[in-house]
């Protein structure tokens, strides 16, 4: 399959599904590149459920739906990196510190 990423394994508890709802609603964006095995550890983290939830932008310029010119005026260097309230984050980041970071006031019993 060219230019997407790897299936996710972990099942979602409603807990982080609300909590991918949140981040899309507050426009937190993940950039992503299909190729990348520390995309895929953050995706893992929220699960197959929760990520179809999230807002994540390819970055890589041959992975689908590529959005390459938006990753290169953003200024993403590494993958992934979270845009919160428009700064910039790389690597993988744990949920509850995405939880603290987005002010998510929701359960964080992930």
Not at 68 to 97: A, H, M, Q, R
Request: net charge negative; hydrophobic share 35%.
């Amino acid at each position: 399959n060219v230019g997407t990423s790897n299936a996710i394994e972990m099942s979602s508890s409603p807990q982080k599904v609300e909590f991918a709802k949140f981040l899309k609603t507050n426009n937190v964006a993940m950039y992503s590149a299909y190729w990348c095995p520390h995309c895929h550890d953050q995706k893992q983290l929220f699960g197959q459920k929760a990520v179809k939830e999230l807002i994540v932008i390819e970055c890589a310029k041959d992975g689908k739906d590529s959005k390459f010119e938006l990753c290169k005026t953003k200024g993403i260097e590494g993958f992934p990196s979270w845009e919160i309230n428009g700064e910039i984050y790389s690597g993988v980041i744990e949920l509850n510190d995405l939880a603290v970071m987005t002010g998510y006031e929701g359960d964080s019993n992930f």
